[in-house]
Every structure is written in structure tokens, then in C-alpha cells.
């Protein structure tokens, strides 16, 4: 099924001229790595203020876009400079998952949100990448199928921040929050069904 990670190839040959440059400059893949999951907690960590609501949610879009850059610009740092490494590759996993339960969860804190709706999505985010993981574990490639990937959620909460910025909230976030949940599961069948295919093949 298709997903917004599909674009990928697209998005990381606008960023290759800036990687070539932190390469240059001694940056590792793994230092990008952490600063995309400090961010995300530190912003997470925002969320949680009541003095700043609903303002902050501003910042969510803004830091979806910089995190998908930056987990991006890792992943080419590794490849295409010669930085891969074990401990890269248990960072990448284990930041991102980090970084998205940090983003997440203070949604549950918004006056119509439905808290164990977004704890759920949080635990299904979860078991969505083990599975993408897990395939590697078989001998098939590492899952990224949609219909509900990493990048599909970032793209849905960073709609949902910018509204709640707005100050559009009401019931229909739980019928949002539903649906997200449904494709995650989805999401689990589709990345479990293709590393078995890929390992029969």
C-alpha cells in the first residue's frame, strides 16, 4: 500500500548538497541521529505545560518536517559517507520510537481527546516498527509498508497540532484518532504479509 514514505528518494536528493557539507564538517550520522530525538523530547516536554496551550501545537508541524529531514539526512550520512555502523542502526530504531511516543502522547492531554485512543496509537506505533524490524529478524528487507507508516503518522498529528493551534477542536479528533489506528493496524498485517512474501520468494 502506498505511503508518504514512498517519496523519500525525492526528498533526500534536495537534501544530498547539505549532507555532502556536514559530512565535510565532521558530523556523524549518529550525533544527527540524537538531535532529532532531543528535539522531539524537548518539544514533547512543551507540550506537557499548561501555560503554553494550545500555542505550542504551532511548533508540531515545524518539528515533524525537521525530524523527517533529519532522520533522513542520517540515513544518507551512514550510507553515502561511510558512517554505518551497529550502534547507528540500534539508534535509529530505538530514537525514532523515542522521539514518537514523546510527540504523541500529550495529545491524550487535549480537553477532547479520548486518552486511551492515543495511548493505543502510541503502542500500535510501536508494534508497527518491531514488525518492520522484526522481517530483517527472517531474512526478509526491513519493512517500511504503509498504510499508516512513520512518515504518514507525522504527516496526520502535524495536521492535527496545526488545527488545534487554530483552535479547531471538538469530537471529531477521536474519529481521527480511531481511523489512525485502524491503518496502523492495517499497517502491521501489510508489513508482516510482505517479509513473509519476500522470504518465500
Given at each position: 500500500m502506498a505511503s508518504i514514505y514512498d517519496i523519500k528518494p525525492a526528498f533526500q536528493n534536495l537534501l544530498r548538497p547539505g549532507v555532502r557539507w556536514l559530512a565535510v564538517r565532521?558530523?556523524?550520522?549518529?550525533q544527527v541521529t540524537l538531535a532529532a530525538m532531543l528535539l522531539s523530547l524537548l518539544v514533547g516536554a512543551a507540550l506537557l505545560y499548561p501555560g503554553w496551550q494550545?500555542?505550542?501545537?504551532?511548533?508540531i508541524p515545524l518539528v515533524m518536517l525537521v525530524r523527517m529531514a533529519l532522520n533522513a539526512?542520517?540515513?544518507?550520512l551512514?550510507?553515502?559517507?561511510?558512517?554505518?555502523?551497529?550502534?547507528?542502526?540500534?539508534?535509529?530504531?530505538l530514537?525514532?520510537?523515542?522521539?514518537?511516543t514523546a510527540l504523541y502522547l500529550p495529545f491524550a492531554l487535549l480537553p477532547d481527546a479520548n486518552l486511551w485512543l492515543v495511548v493505543g496509537i502510541v503502542i500500535a506505533a510501536v508494534i508497527?516498527?518491531?514488525?518492520?524490524v522484526v522481517a530483517v529478524q527472517i531474512g526478509a528487507s526491513r519493512r517500511y509498508d504503509g498504510p499508516m507508516g512513520k512518515s504518514d503518522r507525522a504527516f496526520v498529528f502535524g495536521a492535527l497540532a496545526l488545527a488545534v493551534g487554530l483552535g479547531w477542536q471538538g469530537a471529531w479528533i477521536n474519529i481521527l484518532f480511531v481511523v489512525v489506528l485502524l491503518l496502523i493496524a492495517v499497517t502491521i498485517v501489510n508489513r508482516c504479509r510482505q517479509a513473509l512474501a519476500e522470504v518465500r520468494s
Open positions: 565532521g558530523v556523524t550520522a549518529n494550545p500555542g505550542i501545537y504551532w511548533a539526512i542520517d540515513g544518507m551512514a550510507r553515502e559517507h561511510g558512517m554505518q555502523s551497529t550502534l547507528g542502526g540500534i539508534l535509529n530504531e530514537c525514532d520510537v523515542l522521539a514518537d508497527s516498527e518491531m514488525a518492520g
